[in-house]
């Protein structure tokens, strides 16, 4: 692992050479143009590097991040990579990544002071508060991953709103925006089946994420609850089961 910044060149040149001697032309080709099918919106977090995680190369995968992967309505810098990947790049889909143990929602979570920070993490505790409620019934140890999760479900509903992606689906442009979870514990991204594509009503999309996120996190029933709950399950498939045999 290198460990100054002449190892840093010296990494740079070996690596350089070794992909011109694997794969002749490649710089070449990459000069041409980049042509990436997606954007990857995540945390500046240095465990969190977009390309190595996906498997993807350079060229294909747009990248922008910040402290806490948020995309705030006015910032510009945020709304204009997104205008470019989607009007220019023509990207296929954009994925905002939240991670597990993210320093910025733990300290939103906790209200800790960090310095001119806070006020960009303002916008973490302002998802805080609005699902203040359901964040107390949870376990405390559940609460920073399901701030995280809360997160990016914001984050995605906050890249659907944005005029760049109303313009794209008002002409009938092809994006998909998806909510993703890294687990910097064991290296693997949750898809949290928030996948909006301009169809459906965003509301929905976002109460139904809110929903799971809930129930993922939440704390397990009493065993008597479980076992009311499994009898109404078996119950229910028993009617289906009978309603299919019947024909009906
Ligand atoms: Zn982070």
Known sequence: MPHS??????HNR?????????RPGFFTNLVKQQTPKYMWIGCSDSRVPANQITGLEPGEVFVHRNVANIVVHSDLNALSAIQFAVERLKVEHIMVVGHYGCSGVQAALEGARIGL???WLRHIQDVRDRHRVMLDTLPPEARANALCELNVAEQVI???VSTVMVDAWSRDQKVTIHGWAFGVHDGLIQDLA???DGTKP??????AAVQR????WGKPPEPAAAAAIEAVKEARDAKEAGEAANGS
């Open 158 to 160: 906050n890249v659907a």
């Open 194 to 196: 928030l996948t909006v």
């Open 213 to 216: 996120i809930r129930y993922k």
């Open 5 to 10: 910044l002449d190892d840093l060149f010296a």
């Open 202 to 207: 965003l509301e929905n999309l976002y109460r």
């Open 14 to 22: 070996a690596w350089s050479s070794q992909m011109e001697r694997e």
């Open 117 to 119: 920070a806070d006020n």
